[in-house]
């Protein structure tokens, strides 16, 4: 049972434009939600979270909305820039301290210049 | 400040031959992750483990795996008789409280 979902496995975006990510989850105990960035041969990289209490958290250029009601997560990335061109990995746990993660499949990013 | 150190990068194993992945975290974090990402797929967790302790393997296989992060030195993933199955990148992950980061992996590839 897929506990984390990302519908879209890819999704190509224009140099400058705002590129949206999507994540799904099911398991209404998920309190803490990550989004990994993944270059290939690489491991991923820690971007951005944000926790169940809030249902908005930004940094820089990378902005997490949270709605719980409809357990439903969004990735934004505002300008998107070629470098930004990888694979980006949704992940959920139970509590924020020392709990497994629960990926999603990933979705591919392509940034055209 | 090193990030979290996995060896090898490329491991290939004949069928039935042991695999052995190491793992060494970052400084200062004390729970360790493996997890196991398979071709076209997510990151799977396999184990979580602090010092001397295994704190939740649910994601382990009941069979030929055994993680380990003892007292003194890196944490250890075995696989004993492998089996082509087991070909996949395995990925380390270390947290001192919140986010983890993770290691560049190990490629196991099983001939």
């Known amino acids: 049972d897929q506990q984390v979902k990302q519908n879209s496995p890819s999704l190509s975006v224009q140099e400058g434009r705002i590129s949206i990510l999507n994540c799904d989850y099911t398991n209404s105990m998920f309190d803490y939600f990550l989004w990994y960035k993944k270059y290939p041969a690489e491991g991923p990289t820690f971007l951005i979270s944000i926790s169940s209490i809030k249902d908005k958290n930004e940094d820089g250029r990378f902005t997490v909305f949270l709605n719980k009601s409809a357990k439903h997560l969004s990735l934004h990335i505002v300008p998107s820039q070629p470098g930004d061109s990888a694979v980006y990995f949704c992940?959920?746990?139970?509590?924020?301290?020392?709990?497994?993660?629960?990926f999603g499949a990933g979705t591919i990013l392509r940034v055209k210049s | 400040n090193a990030g979290v150190m996995q060896n090898p990068r490329h491991l290939v194993r004949r069928r039935g031959q042991e695999a052995r992945l190491r793992c060494s975290p970052m400084?200062?974090?004390?729970?360790v992750y493996w997890y196991r990402q398979l071709p076209e797929e997510g990151l799977k967790f396999m184990v979580y483990?602090?010092?001397?302790?295994?704190?939740?393997e649910s994601g382990m296989p009941k069979e030929r795996f055994s993680a380990e992060f003892p007292k003194e030195g890196p944490s250890i993933l075995r696989i004993q008789q492998v089996v082509r199955g087991d070909s996949a990148a395995y990925f380390c992950a270390s947290s001192r409280s919140t986010e983890a980061f993770f290691g560049q992996g190990t490629r196991l590839t099983v001939v």
């Open positions: 400084k200062g974090h004390s729970h």
């Open positions: 992940a959920a746990s139970v509590g924020e301290y020392g709990n497994k993660l629960v």
């Open positions: 483990l602090q010092k001397e302790n295994i704190i939740d």
